[in-house]
């Protein structure tokens, strides 16, 4: 199975800031990534896919990059609503496999 | 507009079988493909299995021996059964839409909480 290593586990960020999350896939995935938000007591909302393509209806403040085994998510200018956990998800090969997952919070 | 909504019951029995549902409107069985995701409760994401638009399934082989999707497409339901069910399996079950391997995850259900115990 494909070992999706994200980090850091846990973020906190001020208004504003620009943070990054990575994530390290254990062999190349070919930009098959995806990433998720996901906000306490909801379900996963998909946020980018094939590594840098913004899904529709999500704020340009984040995007995608990466290529091979290492990918990112790159949140410019922080918002309260950014607050949650975010997960990378690799769809190269089956298993599917999810990140541990990052929690972001607002400083 | 696109909706999914997985249901079945809160709790099973150790060893026993789970059996849920994901009705979904908005969109077509026969042009998407379905996923089967469970989280533990405060922790990530596992997927399970895929049925996909012509039927044809794939599945976690870690849960291959215990794990059966299948649909209805003429009542737009997506059927998930798991036999031999521990506690390790209490999870939110969740399923999600998918066109295809490039495109993510773009539509989730609330998801259905799922108690093993006796």
């Known amino acids: 199975d494909i070992q999706m290593t994200q980090s850091p586990a846990s973020l906190s960020a001020s208004l504003g800031e620009t943070i990054s999350i990575e994530c390290l896939a254990s062999?190349?995935?070919?930009?098959?990534l995806a990433w998720y938000q996901q906000k306490p007591g909801k379900s996963p909302q998909l946020l980018i896919y094939?590594?840098?393509s913004l899904q529709a209806g999500v704020p340009s403040r984040f995007s995608g990059s990466g290529s091979g085994t290492q990918y990112s998510l790159k949140i410019s200018s922080m918002q309260p609503e950014d607050e949650g956990d975010y997960f990378c998800?690799?769809?190269?090969?089956?298993?599917?496999?999810f990140g541990g997952g990052t929690k972001l919070e607002l400083k | 507009q696109v909706q999914l909504k997985e249901s079945g019951p809160g709790l099973v029995q150790p060893s026993e079988t789970l059996s849920l549902t994901c009705t979904v409107s908005?969109?077509?069985?026969?042009?998407?493909?379905v996923n089967w995701v469970r989280q533990p409760p405060g922790k990530g994401l596992e997927w399970m299995g895929t049925?996909?638009?012509?039927?044809?399934?794939d599945y976690n082989s870690a849960l291959k021996s215990r794990l059966s999707i299948s649909r209805d497409t003429s009542k737009s339901q997506v059927f998930l059964k798991m036999n031999s069910l521990q506690t390790e399996d209490t999870a939110i079950y969740l399923c999600?839409?998918?066109?295809?391997?490039?495109?993510?995850?773009?539509?989730w259900g609330q998801g259905v909480m799922v108690t093993v115990s006796s």
């Open positions: 908005g969109f077509s069985l026969t042009s998407y493909g």
């Open positions: 998800q690799q769809s190269y090969k089956f298993p599917r496999t």
């Open positions: 049925i996909w638009n012509d039927g044809s399934t």
């Open positions: 999600a839409r998918e066109m295809n391997w490039e495109l993510g995850f773009d539509y």
């Open positions: 062999e190349g995935i070919s930009s098959y």
């Open positions: 094939g590594a840098n």
